[in-house]
């Protein structure tokens, strides 16, 4: 089978996960090696547990034997003895569980077995052969690798053709083993299980100041950078270099950004008065004087707009700088919404082409409506909408502010039937300086990717919040949210 591969995926690996399977194969090669060491040591104990039973056993057993034979006459002790005559020696033996006696001499093999016959009678001969030639009379062979059988041969009384009693038992039939084996599965589970658990939780512990750290570093955002360092205590050595330089690093990136907002500041402020100072001149010379040309008034015209452009920039750039250095007020009162979207739509139809649409007239109670935040501001936010709406949609296409009062919240939405943003800018676009990837700039139109994120940074200060939703190809709806004022 053909293998996918994917080149803008490197395999990965999880540290955590290398962890586990290290310690856990670590784990169970030591148990393994320990289960092995103590399946001996268990088993030389139970060889010497069980010698004993079987001679306890194997010895009453061989005294009831004997005692037959010791009842023969003399002229039946010499004809001993057949097969019938074994037969007959075995007969009173009490017997259960599998155990089996039997009786080898020179008239052959004559058994007694309990419960299922289970031995045929090479099996037998093979098992008293191997019993009688072990020193002690003692064997424990092995018939299968789940069974093993006990036996214990003894020499019968009389001579060498009475021959030998054996006595023989099933190993894991007997009660003892039985139960042995089963504390020794049970004790092996439970050893497994609690290590796992073990391993888990200490790879989770182990893991803590690293997961502590992902989101301590999570929280760090470009414009926050104050404070933004991550705290050493606690942390493991082995990660205290990478902290460290981590620290060190934010606070150059700090000072980079206060120069860099320091810089915006300055230029704002230095740039503003000589523009008004030309804007002025501009409106003096267009509204004053009768001899300029209609190519001459429409470069001026040009020119004006241009610095207006300019201006509102420059506004954008002061607002953020002064955020940034909590400098910026922004109220938070409470205010009739009415006339602020009155205020906004009238400066928006000024402003664009787009027919701009709006739902005021049916809203129930709008006149009535209070919300708290600064009035000013959200006629900014608004326009600032409606001036996105209109410059990525086409100028017929229409633009519509829209008014939903939703309990303790008022939604404010600047809907255009536009080009849409692609689900994965969605959250980027409001973010300093960014432009959506796959959104045309309209030829003519300008752009410094700064609407939004005063939009953000003003609902904010105002308590309130903004929301995107956008289908590409569709269009976009933008939604301011503000809190309602409590009702006197
Ligand atoms: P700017 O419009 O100056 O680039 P903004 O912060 O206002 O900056 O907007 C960020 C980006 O979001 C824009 O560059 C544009 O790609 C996208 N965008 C904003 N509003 C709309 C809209 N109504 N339709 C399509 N794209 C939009």
Known sequence: MPTAVNPGHPQRWFLTRRLIWISLTVVLGQSLISLAITTALTNRLMEGLLQGTMQRQGLKALNRVNNQLDQLTAAQAKACCTLKDYQHFLKPLELNDGKVALIVGQAGLASRISGQDRFSTT????????????EGGFAIIHT???????????????????????????????????????????????????????????AKRVFQPVRRISTDLASIELNTLDGATLSTAKAPIELLPILEEFNRMVERLRQAALNQKQFASTISHEFRTPLTVISGFLQSVLNRSDTLTEQQRKALGIADQEVLRLNRMLSDLLDLSRADNHQLSVRRDAFSLLPSLEHALRLARAAHRNPI??????????????????????????????????????????????????????????????????????????????RAEGVALPKGESSSGLGLSIVTMLMQAMGGSVSVQSTVGQGSRFSLRLPVADQP
């Open 357 to 434: 649409h709006d739902d005021l007239a049916a809203v129930p109670n709008l006149a009535d409506l209070e919300v708290v935040g600064d009035p000013d501001r959200l006629v900014q936010c608004i326009g600032n909408l409606i001036g996105n709406a209109a410059k990525y949609s086409p100028p017929d296409q229409p633009v519509a502010l829209e008014v939903n009062h939703q309990g303790t919240a008022v939604e404010i939405s600047v809907i255009d039937q536009g080009p849409g943003i692609p689900a994965d800018q969605l959250e980027r676009i409001f973010e300093r300086f960014t």
């Open 144 to 202: 299968s690798a789940q069974n093993a059988v006990a036996v214990k041969a003894m020499k019968l009384a009389g001579g060498a053709q009475t021959g030998h009693f054996v006595y023989l038992r099933p190993v894991y039939a007997m009660p003892a083993v039985k139960t042995q084996s089963m504390i020794k599965f049970g004790a092996e589970l439970v050893l497994i299980l609690v290590t796992g658990v073990v391993l888990v939780m200490s």
């Open 123 to 134: 099996q037998l001969r093979q098992f008293a052969t191997e019993a009688i030639d072990e």
